[in-house]
């Protein structure tokens, strides 16, 4: 996932790893952009860890940023549809920073 979002970098996204929001550690965000990605393994398949991942989320929401998830498999198997949906929210991004 690194290597995909730092390839979004000469267009102005600023995506950091590890990175605290509140009680929580984003797995990547774009702080000024309020965008968060999160890549989920197998522990996020359990009851619980829905329930934490939901919980997240809003607080995550409440705070104004957008949350995109993708599990391991997309990353490591579809890796276009991962850069897609996130170029998407990137592209929306910066025509209002420019505007």
Do not use: C
């Not at 000469?10 to 995506?15: E, H, L, N």
């Not at 790893?17 to 398949?45: C, M, N, Q």
């Not at 957008?66 to 991004?93: K, M």
């Amino acid at each position: 996932m690194w290597d995909i979002l730092r390839d979004f970098r000469p267009r102005g996204a600023r995506f950091r790893r590890e990175t605290p929001i509140g009680p929580y550690i984003a797995d990547f965000a774009w702080l000024s952009a309020k965008i968060v990605v999160e890549v989920d393994g197998d522990s996020h398949e359990t009851e619980s860890g829905r329930k934490h991942d939901a919980r997240r989320d809003a607080f995550l929401q409440s705070q104004g940023f957008t949350v995109l998830r993708f599990d391991n498999d997309q990353v490591l198997d579809g890796p276009d549809h991962v850069t897609v949906t996130i170029e998407g929210r990137i592209a929306s991004h910066l025509r209002k920073e420019t505007a």
